[in-house]
C-alpha cells in the first residue's frame, strides 16, 4: 500500500534533493570562503596602503620604512628630469637663479658628475628631513640642512609634512593611481598629488608622482612670490 502511494519514490526525490541541497550548501560555503580570502587578498595589497605606511614612517622618522613604501631614487629622477627641461627652456629658466640654471643644464647629461651630485643632494635633504625628525614637526637639526649644495635648499620648508585624504586607487596602464594631499606646515600649504603606486616584486610601492609638472609649477610659482 505505501509503495502505491509511492512514499518509496518520494522518499528517493527528498533523498536526491537533499544531496542537491547538501551539495549546493558546500558550493556556496566554498565559494564564501574564496571571496573572502580574494577580500583579505585585495586588502592585503591595496595600492593606497603604501601611501599611508610612508605618512606613518615619517611620523616615526624611520627612513627605512619610508623607502621600503616608496622608491625616492625614481622619483627624483623623474623630478630632476622635468628641471632640467625645464631649465632648457630659455623662457622658463629666466625665472631660475644662475647658479641653478646652470647645474640643471649641466644635469642634463646623465654622463657627467652634476646629476649624481643634484640627486644625491637632494636625497639627504629628504631622508635627513626624515630621520631628523623635522618632517614629522620636530625642530630641525642642524644635519638637516648639511650638504655641499645645501645653500639650494635653505628656502625649502622643513615644516612637519602630512599625508591626507588617501583617496580611492584606479587602475591605469602602468599600475594604480591614488590621489592624497600633502600638508607642509612649514608653509602651511596643502598639495593634491596623484601618486603612482605600482607592485614590486609582490609589494605595493609609490614609484612616480603623475601630476609632478604641475606640482614643480606650483612650487616655482611660491618661490618667486617670496622672493625680496
Partial sequence: MLNFMGLPGIMAVGGRASARMTRCGVSALLWAAIVLQ????IAAADPRQCIMEAGSAVE???VAAFEKQVDVDAILEQALNLFVRRAQDPEAAKDLPPMVALLFTQAASKEGNVRALL???TRSFVLNGIS???????KPSAKASQ???APLFADAST????????????RDGEGWLVPFVVHDSGNDESYDVTGRV???KGEMRLTSVANMESLLRRVAAESRAVEP
Fill in 38 to 41: 580574494a577580500g583579505f587578498a
Fill in 60 to 62: 616615526k622618522s624611520d
Fill in 119 to 121: 640627486l644625491n643632494e
Fill in 132 to 138: 631628523s625628525g623635522a618632517f614629522a614637526g620636530k
Fill in 147 to 149: 650638504g655641499m649644495l
Fill in 159 to 170: 615644516g612637519r609634512k602630512e599625508i591626507k585624504n588617501v583617496g580611492q586607487a584606479r
Fill in 198 to 200: 605600482t607592485s614590486v
